[in-house]
T-cell receptor
Framework: DTEVTQTPKHLVMGMTNKKSLKCEQH?????MYWYKQKAKKPPELMFV???????INESVPSRFSPECPNSSLLNLHLHALQPEDSALYLC???????????FGPGTRLTVT | GENVEQHPSTLSVQEGDSAVIKCTYS??????FPWYKQELGKRPQLIID?????GEKKDQRIAVTLNKTAKHFSLHITETQPEDSAVYFC???????????FGTGTRLKVLA
């Protein structure tokens, strides 16, 4: 299995809602990533988990809360988001640092 | 901080012609350079990558060249086809780091 999967594909949420994005990979990769991508821009790194421990937090607001329950799963918990948080949220995984990252299809998030 | 400049931002070519996209990186320690293709509404997909101990790599119609002295790397697509139309992102990564520094992207249009 060489795929990273993400659910849901689309999500619309109000500013007071709490929701979660899910990501899964079965490639045995030990690093997993969350990215945010705005239209016509490159992916912007948010968090990196390495061996299930948070390795990088790119000064992301606390309304985004990552979680890595095990080596195959990555969640992003969302709470009290702002309309400017609307974007494509991409998950990725890699076997090691400075190796190829495999991206999931993304969750298109709209905050109303 | 580290950055990667990518040019051009848009590129239109006739079907069958070649396309070249160029990137310049700032961190001389960078050792891994992936190229991603992102079609509209889809995930970024790795199309080719190169490490700093190699000057050139080719995969069918796609090639990447690296000039470490000048800190340049380029993507070459020959015999372009309409399905090559997409946004292409270059990136650079340094040893032991999980973080990619992405270029700003090139929108390639192949005109039939």
């Amino acid at each position: 299995d060489t795929e990273v999967t993400q659910t849901p594909k689309h999500l619309v949420m109000g500013m007071t809602n709490k929701k979660s994005l899910k990501c899964e990979q079965h490639m045995g990769h030990r690093a997993m990533y969350w990215y945010k991508q705005k239209a016509k821009k490159p992916p912007e790194l948010m968090f990196v988990y390495s061996y299930e421990k948070l390795s990088i937090n790119e000064s992301v607001p606390s309304r985004f809360s990552p979680e890595c329950p095990n080596s195959s799963l990555l969640n992003l918990h969302l709470h009290a988001l702002q309309p400017e948080d609307s974007a494509l949220y991409l998950c990725a995984s890699s076997q090691a640092p400075d190796y190829e990252q495999y991206f999931g299809p993304g969750t298109r998030l709209t905050v109303t | 901080g580290e950055n990667v400049e990518q040019h051009p931002s848009t590129l239109s070519v006739q079907e069958g012609d070649s396309a070249v996209i160029k990137c310049t990186y700032s961190d001389s320690a960078s050792n891994y350079f992936p190229w991603y293709k992102q079609e509209l509404g889809k995930r970024p997909q790795l199309i080719i990558d190169i490490r700093s101990n190699v000057g050139e790599k080719k995969d069918q119609r796609i090639a990447v060249t690296l000039n470490k002295t000048a800190k340049h790397f380029s993507l070459h697509i020959t015999e372009t086809q309409p399905e090559d139309s997409a946004v292409y992102f270059c990136a650079a990564s340094s040893p032991g780091t999980y973080k990619y520094i992405f270029g700003t992207g090139t929108r390639l249009k192949v005109l039939a």
